[in-house]
């Protein structure tokens, strides 16, 4: 079955360095990725995801993540923190239409 | 983006009453929508698929009859939690599927904040 691991159950970056949030998946097929982000008491949005095609996705708040095969990671990146940036994010995998969520990564941004 | 709410936003009830989320997806028809429950600090578990016009498909673990779904039209899904008990206090968040020819996304719900006393 699919899964996503994230590494790191919190991450402290100050404003303006670089963000990286960790996700390893298992899958035994192609997967697709997500990456969401919530703020506290809020629904989800999807920052973005990998479908096929290019491995490198590009999304919404200057985020990006790198599909790697060769090391089933799909990490998250931003090149410099924004105080609006403390969130939590996740990292997920789908089978059919269901997700499956990693455990989470809270961001606080440090001025 | 595609648009979906909650209500209510939070609710406190009572131990032993019964509480009914609605979730509704605002700009789109969907003829699946996701139930999801969410505890402090903790991950999105899936608790059951909703599906318009049949029953919905439940989650190992997750008790059907207490947590009672309804898909009657292509934008509204209903979660009722039933007897509710302290242990049920939680996040509740609600997630539409918008399907186009080319590709799908599920679109959640702000979540419903459900305090048991």
């Known amino acids: 079955a699919q899964s996503v691991t994230q590494l790191g159950s919190h991450v402290s970056v100050s404003e303006g360095a670089l963000v990286l949030l960790r996700c390893n998946y298992s899958s035994s097929v192609p997967p697709y990725l997500f990456w969401y982000v919530q703020y506290p008491n809020q629904g989800l949005q999807l920052l973005l995801k990998y479908t096929t095609g290019a491995t490198l996705v590009k999304g919404i708040n200057g985020f990006e993540a790198e599909f790697k095969k060769s090391e089933t990671s799909f990490h998250l990146t931003k090149p410099s923190a924004h105080m609006s940036d403390a969130a939590e994010y996740f990292c997920?995998?789908?089978?059919?239409?269901?997700?499956?969520f990693g455990a989470g990564t809270t961001v606080t941004v440090r001025a | 983006g595609a648009v979906v709410s909650q209500h209510p936003s939070w609710v406190i009830c009572k131990s032993g009453t019964s509480v009914k989320i609605e979730c509704r997806s605002l700009?789109?028809?969907?003829?699946?929508m996701f139930w999801y429950r969410q505890f402090p600090k903790q991950s999105l578990m899936l608790m059951a698929t909703s599906n318009e016009g049949s029953k919905a498909t439940y989650e190992q673990g997750v008790e059907k009859d207490k947590f009672l779904i309804n898909h009657a039209s292509l934008t509204l899904s209903t979660l009722t939690v039933t007897s509710a008990h302290p242990e049920d206090s939680s996040f509740y968040i609600c997630s539409a599927l918008y399907r186009s020819r080319d590709t799908y996304e599920q679109y959640f719900g702000p979540g419903t904040r459900l305090t048991v006393t």
């Open positions: 997920a995998t789908s089978f059919g239409y269901k997700l499956s």
């Open positions: 700009d789109f028809q969907a003829t699946t």
